[in-house]
């Protein structure tokens, strides 16, 4: 029977090794997700406002992060900031702090559709019933755009697990990149063992992002209006 | 209307967005158990006077009272009068996240802190009286438009108010359910509510109002009982109004 590249995910540490890839993946994702929620948040309502120099800088921002690579964005604050600043930062932390600026961006942009997406009636209509500002925003407005804007984020939460795969190219030792190593390492005992051990990636990935995007497809589901 | 109790009382109320007034010097009583019709072409201000009325619209200048006490202050607390004027809109304006009891429930929960089960019965009494207890749980989307309405106006009422506004609330329905509609508000008129109501709707006008209020230019041009308005309208504004309506 002809040797199976299969073998090699099983040698040694090799598994757990990509496991522990995966992990950093995973990790780096985890914290950008939650600071582009946080700072995502605030970006978007601070979009609403009317004030024209705030209308303007956000814009300009928006405009350039999304226009940008992310892979030029890597490179500009890993390389760029240890050159021009002196900054000693890790392919980790700048990872995280590339992907929240983009996540920020983009969250910033899907929170200020899901706000001024609310008609105006509606909180009108809770006015006329006697609720008071605060009482509006919170049995009334803050639902209705968490419903528009969950599964947004949700996609966009997936886009950004996906997007790590750049960081290989910084340096980080993430899921891909061991799984390279693993293949370099064997690649004369085992000369096909690539297809199984980026099958077994792409699997990884998939465990990660589906169930995600399961989520995200079900609560589109539950709230259409 | 005479001798009876005054419930709103408009003093010289003027509005203006900016770039013109919307309302000039409007001045109008409206007593306890009256129903007063607002018609007038497009434009002619009467969606924005009803607006004045809770508040939705800030005045430039005037005077509302309602129950004798000015609510036109800057220290009108605005969440309180407005339990005692409900109004009912021409979108459907219904909560789309929250099912109909849901809807009818947010004020008396919230706002008047009842008890959940003695609300509900409230609600559910006043559902079955305009037909639609059986969609109690559903979602506004999977309601007509007619039926999104007759909630909105149950919505109005469980909040007990003293008087309630109608802006419109059968412009956007589609023809064959503007009576049913009609037909709840016709029924409110007849138990004695107090209602300002704004319509296009003539006929129903002539029916349900005790007062014609014409509204033209930001201005009340005329006012009168129904059949005196309908047949020998006084003046020349509301003659042509009313010629633009009919084809004879």
Redesign the interface.
């Known amino acids: 029977m002809q040797d199976l590249g299969i073998r090699v995910l099983f040698m040694g540490n090799n598994f757990i090794r990509l496991l522990g890839g995966l992990w950093i993946t995973v990790k780096i994702s985890l914290i950008s997700v939650g600071l582009s929620i946080v700072f995502g948040l605030l970006l978007g309502m601070i979009m609403t406002l009317k004030n024209p120099i705030v209308k303007c800088l956000t814009k300009i921002y928006l405009e350039f992060i999304r226009i940008m690579p992310q892979l030029v964005l890597l490179f500009l604050v890993y390389f760029g900031a240890t050159k021009s600043f002196g900054l000693q930062l890790s392919g980790e932390v700048s990872a995280v702090i590339v992907f929240t600026m983009w996540g920020t961006a983009e969250m910033g942009d899907l929170v200020r559709g899901a706000l001024i997406s609310i008609p105006k009636h509606q909180y009108e209509s809770g006015a006329a019933l006697g609720l008071e500002s605060r009482q509006i925003y919170r049995y009334i407005i803050v639902p209705q755009t968490l419903r528009r804007l969950l599964p947004l984020a949700i996609n966009l939460a997936t886009r950004m697990v996906k997007t790590t795969s750049l960081i290989v190219l910084i340096g980080v030792v993430e899921v891909l990149k061991v799984a390279q190593q693993i293949i370099e390492a064997n690649r004369y005992t085992v000369p096909d063992s690539a297809l199984w051990i980026y099958g077994c990636v792409f699997f990884l990935y998939f465990i990660v992002c589906w169930p995600v995007s399961r989520l995200a497809v079900r609560m589109e589901k539950k709230w259409e209006n | 209307m005479e001798g009876q109790e005054k419930l709103l009382e408009i003093h010289h109320l003027h509005k203006d967005y900016g770039n013109g007034a919307v309302l000039k010097d409007v001045s109008l009583d409206i007593h306890k158990g009256e129903v007063l019709v607002l018609i007038g072409p497009s434009g002619c201000g009467k969606s924005t006077f009803l607006r004045c009325m ?1 508040g ?1 619209e800030q005045i430039q200048s005037g005077e509302i009272r309602l129950d004798g006490e000015v609510i036109t202050d800057p220290k009108t607390k ?3 009068v ?2 005692k004027i ?2 009912v ?1 021409q ?1 459907y ?5 929250m099912t109909v009891i849901n809807n009818i429930l ?2 008396p929960l ?3 802190k009842k008890e959940k089960k003695e609300a509900e019965k409230e609600a559910e009494q006043l559902l079955e009286r305009v037909g639609l207890l059986d969609k109690k749980d559903a ?3 999977q309601l007509s438009g007619g039926q999104k309405q007759r909630v ?1 106006i149950v ?2 009422l469980i ?1 007990k108010p003293e008087i309630l506004l109608f802006d419109e609330v059968t412009a956007a329905l589609d023809p064959e359910m503007v009576r049913e509609v009609l037909d709840v508000m016709l029924e409110l008129a007849k138990e004695g509510s107090t209602m300002v109501i704004v319509t296009h709707e003539m006929q129903f006008a002539r029916a349900v109002a005790d007062r014609i209020v014409f509204l033209d230019g930001g201005e009340v041009v005329e006012m009168a009982a129904p059949e005196q308005f309908f047949t020998q309208p006084e003046t020349e504004r509301a003659k042509r109004f009313l010629d633009t309506l009919s084809f004879e």
Do not use: D, I, T
Not at chain 2, 93 to 97: N, R, T
């Open positions: 809770n939705l605005w969440s309180e407005r339990q409900g109004m809109f979108s304006e219904l909560f789309p996240h947010l004020g919230k706002v008047q979602y506004p989307r909105a919505r109005a909040m």
